[in-house]
């Protein structure tokens, strides 16, 4: 691939944008290939993704308006599925996704933030929706993904206004979960990474997929899906090993693959 790095440490996965010169700007080749890179993802060995930017300046700056900046109505509702097609295969991975946001996290950037479980970034990030400014609305899921982040009211000042908001107002607005000093931030997100392989990987899977379906469910139907996925547990190698060695006080001995029981 020219504009992805995807590599793995252990059961943690990497995956960088790698276009520096244009501070990581998605265009087409970049999602297609980002698109492929997921696809790639062997889930029955990596239990954890990190999705990063190379480079200092960026994560990804947004999408890439030469690119944009001629196409026509149907082309550009084309070119906004595709991102979003992505971004949301992203979103319903079976395995958590964590955003170590290195820098610009603009747009189409802070759109393909938002799609992953955790987003922790350094103090010289920088997040915005600037793309009324340009003339079009946010088109990769930043509409919908920052008003159930942070709240309806603050996503409508982002989004209206395009102003960009740095790293501790991100924090504050909860758009973030953590800030590091630059140099941190990597070594941050692989301990976290770590931290989340290590445990059971068919109770964080379902984990996953009780918090994300259920957040669009009533509060009964979302109870009634924890109930179906917290019985799914029972029975599998992870559930048996986990409690049998805390009732022996023995360190538990997880299968080095995920499997279904």
Do not use: W
């Not at 308006?65 to 949301?88: P, Q």
């Not at 295969?89 to 747009?107: D, Q, R, S, W, Y």
């Not at 559930?239 to 080095?256: A, I, L």
């Amino acid at each position: 691939m020219s504009f992805i790095n995807l590599e793995t440490q252990g059961a943690v996965a990497v995956l960088t944008i790698n276009r520096p010169k244009a501070l990581n700007a998605l265009n087409s080749s970049v999602l297609e290939e980002l698109d492929a890179a997921v696809d790639s993802l062997d889930l029955d060995a990596v239990r954890c993704l990190v999705i990063t930017g190379a480079g200092e300046k960026s994560f990804v700056a947004g999408a890439d308006i030469g690119e944009m900046s001629s196409l026509t109505k149907a082309e550009g509702t084309a070119f906004g599925k595709k991102g979003n097609d992505v971004f949301r295969k992203i979103e319903t991975l079976p395995i958590p996704v964590i955003a170590a946001v290195n820098g610009f996290a603009l747009g189409g950037g802070n759109e393909l933030a938002m799609s992953c479980d955790i987003r922790i970034c350094s103090d010289t990030a920088v997040f915005g929706q600037p793309e009324v400014g340009l003339g079009i609305t946010p088109g990769f899921g930043g509409t919908q993904r920052l008003a159930r982040l942070v709240s309806p009211g603050m996503a409508k000042q982002l989004i209206y206004t395009a102003r960009n908001i740095k790293a501790d107002e991100a924090y504050r607005i909860g758009l973030v979960n953590a800030v590091y000093p630059a140099e941190d931030l990597m070594p941050a997100a692989m301990k976290m990474a770590a931290g989340i392989a290590k445990n059971a990987p068919i109770a964080v899977r379902a984990c996953k997929k009780a918090i994300n379906d259920g957040l669009d469910m009533d509060i009964d139907s979302a109870i009634a899906l924890e109930e179906d996925l917290f019985g799914s547990c029972f029975e599998t190698h992870d559930q048996v090993e986990g409690m049998g060695c805390f009732m022996s006080r023995e360190k538990p001995k997880p299968k080095p693959v995920f499997t279904n029981n």
